[in-house]
């Protein structure tokens, strides 16, 4: 294997155009490895740490790309990064002979847009700072989907925009819905009258589902990034944004959705609430389910919408332990005791998803239980990769190590749909999970998958035909994920079929 | 202040500049600082053991023209003897295309910037192919070169006085929008010229000079060239010395290195090696003997003509290499290193906005995006002349060393 | 003082990926995409030297967007 490296100067790309390229050039024959970085200190260490780094990609400053290809031969590397420069002149040219000019800076773009009122950011966390500092300064408000933004960055950013009254959603902020508008990793719901703030991309994506399925909508959704309620920034825009979605017009309950926050900032959050004059719904995922005033807590993302949605409604919530009992029997039924004793490997691509079903299975089934949930989403698995909520391979290459561990007997999923997401999820993963089966079925033992879908009738997907595709390859689809969960908890441990199931009858 | 503010002034001040084109007279007469043996050059200050060979060509011409040596060695002997006292032409408002030589006997358009009261001067236009500015000493060019500056010259001097002087900037304000940058491509702007002195040269001159002063501009191309040139100049050094001030006043090349010069930066040049020019060369020439980027004409730039105003001159890619789309993305390119507009050079084909104006260097180092000069491209060997023409840029580290001065001196001034 | 632009429809301008000003033109809305660069080509120290010249924006604050 030779490991071949070349720096191009002053070739910036974004991620995304890397990573797709880098994607392509892999798989030619004799290539093992394609890693295309800008040459920031961040990618230096990472290439550091993976054992790619040379002298050639030491010596690269910020603005140059560094090339490195691992292949069998000279021939195969040369021929690599002959494709690659080839595939990056050809994206420059698509992208300079476009009609429309692309202005270079933030300013030139005001002058095409004056009346300009949010800027969304997905650059590389260092360069963060600047630019939102500058939007800040001109009167707009931000999106800023970028992570690895310093802490004292986002501290910073947000004690500016709240001084001048103006939203700083993010930084690792994935979604946000501003007038019915969704930004980001959104998915297409109706306009209603429900306001969230959201600590979290997904559990603003789930929740935003989870009522328009129940036939209502959002008025606007408002992401704080996932640091906006630790101790350090104190859960400033949290604060803003409740105090902003109180006095809209056309907002007539909150949903704030988060993990537990430091207690200090719990505090301030709880008094807030109890200041606000309309009516709140609290998910903090972990906490016990209370009410408290006007605000009711509750412990999942679904429960969150119910909850909203039956207090639009005026109706009392009823709680329960599953959402749709006639779905999980269906799946757990015929199962007899295929699964039981075996551990549960949960695959999530959206983090709060994942952490939302270690809560439950804690909870059903004791601190000590032999169950693993990964967040794939997370930085141990998205180095140089996608995140798989856009690129499937990295959870198809889980699941098919799944199927030759013995321990595993159910495989528990999440599939999130909208915009930005992959065009058709359900695919891979079906395809993924009918070999897994394959090979466990060779090896003598049953696999079982069950999943949620988180999305809507009108995204671009088409919900329906996800679902079908998933039921297709034999993978039981509920409701919500804590119905997925509970399915998933029943399957490996029957004495809890009694306890919920009947309780559902 | 403010460098938005000081940027605003330079605008103005800018924007209410004038350039009139209102005599002819010789060096020593109307240059300051003018002394014997002094030589003017293009661009910022070099050594004689630095200039190129085109340039070095021009000063042995003009030092025979002006009986300080009788043959090519004896003027390279009182160059290499430090007997020429030589000096930027900017240095004295005077200014030239290619090697820019002037000395005092030669005789030098004025032209005015009647609204801030300042003169700057520069060369007379010879033709194309063998002439002086690009290093030709032979007999015929020293023959044209007595002709222009004894018997053209005062002939030009007297139909301007009839005239009342010619006004240039009207001038490329039509030019501009009948497909002229004003840099490469005057094809417009010199008939437009010619048609407001002909009558004036008839009049003053007898009948035969007035043909042969007329055939020779026409037949010259560019020889509105050199009168633009220095109303930019004017125009831009009545905007110079603007505290807090970030906008460019100047570019200038002299073959060796590229410098520019910056309004709240004073007098100071911040230059590097000159580059190499990417063009089209001309039948039987190629990069091998081209010159690096040399002259004053990137003036044109400076104010928003030339490549800047390519978008309303599409034709030039004809001349300098390209499509006429890449035309139109190069203005569109340089808007976002420019503080404003021109009011006076609109460009129909971006439905009149006013060509990009104002270089910002803060704008450049940010963005990475330098000023695109259009160009010709100079022989390296003296005497032969232009070869092609293409494009270039100036230098990233001019704008680098400059913005590093710039917060230095607001540093220290705080 | 609250953020006016609960009120108004986004007009938004994007610095990064491509795609999300895709998404926002695909659902109707003003969405200008910057083609995004590194400022002073990366280098940290010519950046800092640029935020420290910046001008102060040119548009008044409105009453929305004053400081308390």
């Known amino acids: 294997m030779k490991l071949y490296t070349e720096v191009l100067a002053s070739c910036y790309q974004d991620s995304v155009i890397l990573m797709r390229i880098s994607g392509q050039v892999r798989q030619h024959p004799g290539v093992r490895e394609v890693a295309l970085f800008m040459g920031t200190p961040a990618n230096q260490a990472l290439l550091q740490q993976a054992g790619l780094a040379t002298d050639a990609a030491r010596g690269a400053g910020p603005n140059d790309l560094i090339v490195t290809v691992q292949a069998e031969g000279d021939e195969q590397a040369v021929a690599a990064v002959a494709a690659i420069r080839e595939m990056l002149q050809a994206t420059r040219k698509a992208v300079e002979s476009a009609a429309e000019f692309r202005p270079r800076t933030l300013d030139s773009a005001l002058r095409q847009l004056p009346d300009a009122n949010l800027v969304s950011i997905s650059l590389p966390g260092a360069y963060v700072r600047a630019e939102a500092m500058s939007a800040l300064r001109r009167n707009l408000n931000l999106f800023i989907f970028s992570d690895n933004v310093p802490l004292e960055d986002e501290i910073a950013l947000k004690q500016e925009a709240i001084a001048r009254g103006l939203f700083c959603m993010g930084p690792d902020q994935g979604t946000a ?39 209502e909508g959002i008025s606007h959704g408002i992401g704080v990034g996932g640091r906006d309620l630790s101790q350090a920034v104190g859960g400033a825009m949290t604060l803003f944004a409740l105090d902003a979605l109180a006095a809209d017009p056309g907002t007539e309950a909150i949903v704030l959705v988060s993990k537990p926050p430091h207690p200090s900032v719990l505090a301030r959050i709880e008094a807030k609430l109890d200041a606000l004059r309309k009516p709140a719904i609290v998910c903090c995922i972990g906490t016990p389910s209370r009410v408290t005033g006007r605000t009711v807590w509750v412990e999942t993302l679904a429960q969150a919408a119910d909850a909203a949605a039956a207090l639009l409604a005026g109706r009392p919530l009823v709680p329960g332990v599953l959402s749709d009992a006639g779905a999980v029997r269906a799946v757990v039924a015929p199962a007899g005791g ?20 270690g809560h439950l299975l804690r909870s059903a089934c004791g601190a000590d239980h032999p169950h693993r949930i990964l967040d794939l989403g997370d930085d ?15 959870r198809t290459d889980k699941i098919l190590e799944a199927a030759r561990d013995p321990r595993v007997g159910v495989l528990l999923v999440d599939l999130v749909l909208g915009q930005g997401a992959h065009e058709n999820p359900a695919e891979p993963l079906a395809d993924a999970v009918r070999q897994a089966r394959e090979i466990a079925s060779r090896q003598g033992r049953r696999l079982a998958c069950v999943a949620s879908i988180v ?14 595709t998933l039921q297709a390859a034999g993978i039981g689809v509920l409701a919500t994920n804590p119905d997925a969960v509970r399915c998933a908890a029943m399957l490996v441990r029957p004495t809890l079929r009694r306890q919920w199931l009947t309780e559902e009858a | 202040m403010s460098i938005r503010t000081a940027n605003q002034e330079c605008l103005r001040r800018i924007d209410e500049g004038g350039a009139a084109w209102v005599d002819v007279r010789p060096a020593r007469e109307v240059i300051p600082g003018m002394e014997e043996y002094t030589v003017l050059h293009a661009g910022p200050p070099v050594a004689w053991s630095d200039m190129c060979g085109p340039m070095r060509g021009a000063i042995i011409g003009a030092s025979m023209f002006e009986g300080w040596a009788k043959a090519p060695e004896e003027a390279i002997a009182l160059a290499e003897r430090g007997r020429l006292r030589f000096d930027s032409g900017h240095h004295h408002r005077a200014i030239g295309p290619m090697s820019g030589i002037i000395t005092p006997s030669m005789q030098v358009n004025v032209v005015r910037n009647e609204p801030f009261g300042l003169d700057t001067h520069a060369t007379l236009y010879m033709g194309i192919g063998k002439v002086l500015r690009h290093g030709a000493y032979d007999e015929t060019v020293m023959a044209k070169l007595r002709w222009m500056n004894h018997e053209l010259a005062p002939m030009l001097a007297a139909a301007l006085r009839e005239a009342g002087g010619i006004d240039i900037k009207a001038i490329v304000a039509q030019a501009v929008q009948m497909g002229d940058e004003m840099h490469n491509r005057n094809k417009a702007s010199n008939p437009l010229l010619l048609v407001k002195l002909a009558p004036h040269l008839v009049s003053v001159a007898d009948r035969a000079d007035a043909i042969r002063a007329i055939k020779f501009i026409d037949e010259a191309g560019h020889f509105v060239l050199n009168m633009v040139m220095a109303g930019c100049k004017g125009i ?43 063009g089209v060369y001309f039948p039987g020439f190629g990069p091998q003997d081209a010159n690096p980027d040399l002259g004053d004409s990137a003036i044109t730039e400076t104010i928003g003509l030339g490549s800047l105003a390519m978008a309303g001159a599409p034709a030039v890619v004809e001349y300098v290499g390209g499509t006429p789309q890449f035309a139109l993305e190069t203005t569109m390119k340089m808007f976002e290193i420019t ?14 906005r006013g060509t990009p104006l104002g270089i910002d260097i803060r704008k450049v180092v940010q963005t990475g995006i330098t000023p695109v000069i259009n160009t010709g491209i100079a022989c390296r060997r003296p005497g032969v002349g232009q070869i092609g023409a293409g494009l270039t840029a100036v230098p990233l580290a001019c704008f680098e060393q400059a913005l590093e001065a710039f917060a230095a001196q607001r540093a220290a001034t705080a | 003082m609250q953020p006016t632009v609960l009120q108004d429809p986004p007009r938004v301008i994007n610095l990064g990926l491509a795609s999300f000003a895709a998404d926002l033109r695909a659902q109707g809305v003003a969405v200008v995409d910057v083609d995004w660069r590194p400022p002073a080509g990366g280098n940290p120290r010519l950046a800092a030297l640029l935020a420290q010249l910046e001008d102060e924006p040119e548009t008044p604050q409105t009453t929305e967007g004053s400081r308390k």
Not at chain 1, 455 to 468: E, K, N, S, V, W
Not at chain 2, 339 to 352: I, M, R, T
Request: aromatic share 6%; with cysteine.
């Open chain 1, 455 to 468: 999305g809507t009738a009108r995204d671009p997907q088409d919900l329906a035909a996800q679902r079908a």
């Open chain 1, 177 to 215: 819905y501003l007038g019915g508008v969704g930004i980001g990793f959104a998915n297409l719901v109706g306009r209603g009258r429900i306001g969230c703030v959201s600590a979290s991309g997904t559990g603003l994506q789930t929740v935003a589902c989870r009522l328009d399925a129940l036939g």
């Open chain 2, 236 to 278: 831009l050094d009545a905007a110079s010395g603007i505290a807090d001030c970030t906008i460019v006043t100047a570019i200038a090349r002299n073959g060796h290195e590229t410098g520019i010069r910056v309004s709240g930066l004073g007098d100071r040049w911040f230059t590097a090696p000159a580059p190499m020019i990417e």
């Open chain 2, 339 to 352: 503080a404003g507009e021109n009011k006076a050079f609109k460009l129909p084909a971006l439905n009149f």
């Open chain 1, 380 to 394: 141990e698995y998205t180095v140089g990769r996608p995140h798989p909520m856009i690129d499937p391979a990295v």
């Open chain 1, 338 to 357: 295929a699964a039981a004793d075996r551990a549960i490997l949960g695959l999530y691509t959206g983090g709060t998803l994942a952490y939302e079903a």
